[in-house]
């Protein structure tokens, strides 16, 4: 079984500017989540869906994040204008039942 | 205050060590619990589940939960090497009708030979 596939992996740019990361899930999984992990702590969540649907994005800044899951598989991620702090991994996951969540490589994003 | 605690560590440990690992938490509402292993530069794979209080045991992985005083533990047997990683405890609840999984710090242990 494929796991959950992110790109790009590593993403170096200037702030101000802008990123979008992309996330495909496991097949057959309706509920996305994206976290946000900074360097030495733990994943935050940032947004989830479930089927193409958000459920919960209550810690998103919406000022600059905004995310997007089209046709219920897909999503991607966006960062515009990016500052110092969002330099951390952007990690996708998905689950089926939403008890057992697994997780991409991540998105290494650092700002400049 | 947090909803999930961790101690951040880093820990270290000759191997062939017990490992204890430990997190408290807040929030009554939370039904499952998880434990995470993370290597460096990859994304956390999922290690145990637990539901109940109670042991539930995989291999040299023994993971605890007391519900009374919300305390979850993974213990480790017999640590190699290979069980470097930072270590992220977790707790999932309902919130608005969606699953919330709610992550503590992460505890860094590195196993030496």
């Known amino acids: 079984e494929a796991g959950v596939a992110q790109s790009p992996r590593y993403k170096i740019i200037e702030k101000r500017q802008s990123v979008a990361f992309w996330c495909n899930p496991i097949s057959g999984h309706a509920t996305l989540y994206w976290y946000q992990q900074i360097l030495g702590q733990g994943p935050k969540l940032l947004i989830q869906f479930q089927n193409n649907g958000v459920v919960d994005d209550s810690q998103l800044p919406k000022d600059r994040f905004s995310a997007e899951r089209l046709k219920g598989v897909d999503s991607t991620l966006k960062i515009q204008p990016a500052k110092l702090e969002d330099s951390a991994v952007y990690l996708c996951?998905?689950?089926?039942?939403?008890?057992?969540?697994?997780f991409g490589e991540g998105s290494w994003l650092t700002v400049v | 205050q947090k909803e999930v605690e961790q101690d951040p560590g880093p820990l270290s440990v000759p191997e062939g060590a017990i490992v204890s690992l430990n997190c408290t938490y807040s929030n009554s509402a939370f039904q499952y619990f998880m434990w995470y292993r993370q290597y460096s530069r990859k994304g956390p794979e999922l290690l145990m589940y637990?539901?109940?209080?109670g042991n539930k045991e995989d291999g040299r992985f023994t993971a605890q939960v007391d519900k009374s005083s919300k305390y979850i533990s993974l213990f480790i047997r017999d640590s190699q090497p290979s069980d470097s990683a930072t270590y992220l405890c977790?707790?999932?609840?309902?919130?608005?009708?969606?699953?919330?999984?709610?992550f503590g710090q992460g505890t860094r242990l590195t196993i030496n030979p």
């Open positions: 637990t539901y109940s209080s």
């Open positions: 996951a998905s689950s089926f039942s939403g008890n057992t969540i697994y």
């Open positions: 977790a707790a999932n609840r309902l919130r608005g009708g969606a699953q919330k999984l709610v």
